[in-house]
């Protein structure tokens, strides 16, 4: 079990650029969470998966956000266009489904937008 | 809206301490709770989860949960100073995604 993987773990771009994440979770777990941290806060729920299947999605989520799963593996956060209120810890956390569906984090992604 | 209420502090404590965090959450629906805690610049680590109304002891750390107050707490026994971080308390109404609260700050003096 080597954990949740992040990448990459900074990025730095400036604004109007595309990012994109990836993120490998546990190898077992079938769910898969992503969700966002900025100074002071805790992290803001944006989307999460099942397998393949996109179920929720968070109305913090605009729509130049864009997340995929399309093996039930690793995912993706894309945001498009950046800006620099989208400077924040980009979490990614998994978990199996039919446990206690406990989310274990991966170490983050932050993202700085000048 | 769900809302997690966590005390921002921070809360500081003498080595050999107990340190208590404590949460609150305003969707009754609310059958998860979870205590992560987070160093800084670091992503969350579990700490402890609960299910039921009571007690729950984990080595050093005990979650307490009172449904009916809508009421979560987090006791560390014998706090030492590598404990010193924030911990964040987290609901979920069920199989479902988190929320957070803003985490309370633990600073525990040598």
């Known amino acids: 079990d080597t954990g949740v993987s992040q990448n990459p773990r900074h990025k730095i771009t400036k604004r109007g650029q595309n990012v994109t994440f990836r993120c490998d979770p546990i190898?077992?777990?079938?769910?898969l969470y992503w969700y966002r941290q900025t100074l002071g806060q805790g992290p803001e729920f944006l989307t999460y998966?099942?397998?393949?299947?996109?179920?929720?999605k968070s109305r913090l989520l605009s729509d130049r956000f864009s997340a995929e799963r399309p093996k039930g593996s690793f995912s993706t956060l894309e945001i498009q266009r950046t800006e620099q209120g989208d400077s924040a810890m980009y979490l990614c956390?998994?978990?199996?489904?039919?446990?206690?569906?406990?989310?274990?984090f991966g170490p983050g992604t932050r993202l700085t937008v000048l | 809206q769900k809302e997690v209420e966590q005390n921002s502090g921070p809360l500081s404590v003498p080595e050999g301490a107990i340190a208590s965090l404590n949460c609150t959450y305003s969707?009754?629906?609310?059958?998860?709770f979870f205590w992560y805690r987070q160093y800084s610049g670091k992503s969350p680590e579990l700490i402890m989860f609960?299910?039921?109304?009571g007690d729950k002891e984990d080595g050093r750390f005990t979650a307490q949960l009172n449904k009916a107050s809508q009421y979560v707490s987090l006791l560390i026994r014998d706090s030492q100073p590598s404990d010193s971080a924030t911990y964040l308390c987290?609901?979920?109404?069920?199989?479902?995604?988190?929320?957070f609260g803003k985490g309370t700050m633990l600073l525990v003096s040598p």
């Open positions: 956390a998994s978990s199996a489904q039919g446990s206690t569906d406990t989310q274990y």
């Open positions: 190898s077992e777990h079938n769910r």
């Open positions: 998966f099942q397998n393949e299947a996109q179920l929720e």
């Open positions: 969707d009754r629906g609310s059958q998860s």
């Open positions: 609960i299910y039921s109304n």
């Open positions: 987290a609901v979920a109404p069920g199989y479902s995604t988190l929320t």
